[in-house]
């Protein structure tokens, strides 16, 4: 027999903690949830702040030097970056060498037969966000 569903809610100061307390993690995306285009979204610095005073917040960046380091990646290997500065910034945080990232957005591939692209044999991970210069040589 199936259960009668629940219906959704939209959530009050009255009915978040039965969410709080069914959760172990929020995870949001930025763009379309956090802010439209370069505006905040309404309510969003309030909720934000509730959420910062029960739960610890941190960003994708900050998650992905993380999880580089708990998984034991070598410290003496680089890692690739295509995406912003602020991967490059936890990457370093955490001990790591970052490359790519903003500094290869004017750089173009050589799509010439029996052209070898170089590459640096240290790299030994690549992290990939955000990156509005994403190019083919990025994506070597």
Known sequence: MDSPKTLPQLLSPHNTRPLFD???AFLFDCD???WKGDKLID???QTLDMLRSKNE???SSFAAA???KVNDFPQEKKVYVIGGE???EELQLAGYTGLGGPEDGEKRVQLKSNFLFEHDKT???VVVGLDPDINY???Q
């Open 32 to 34: 379309g949830v956090i």
């Open 123 to 125: 790299v030994g991970a």
């Open 86 to 88: 602020g991967i490059i």
């Open 22 to 24: 069914s959760v172990e």
């Open 66 to 68: 993380m999880y580089l």
């Open 137 to 139: 040589y990025k994506l």
């Open 57 to 59: 917040i941190f960003s």
């Open 43 to 45: 309510g969003v610095p």
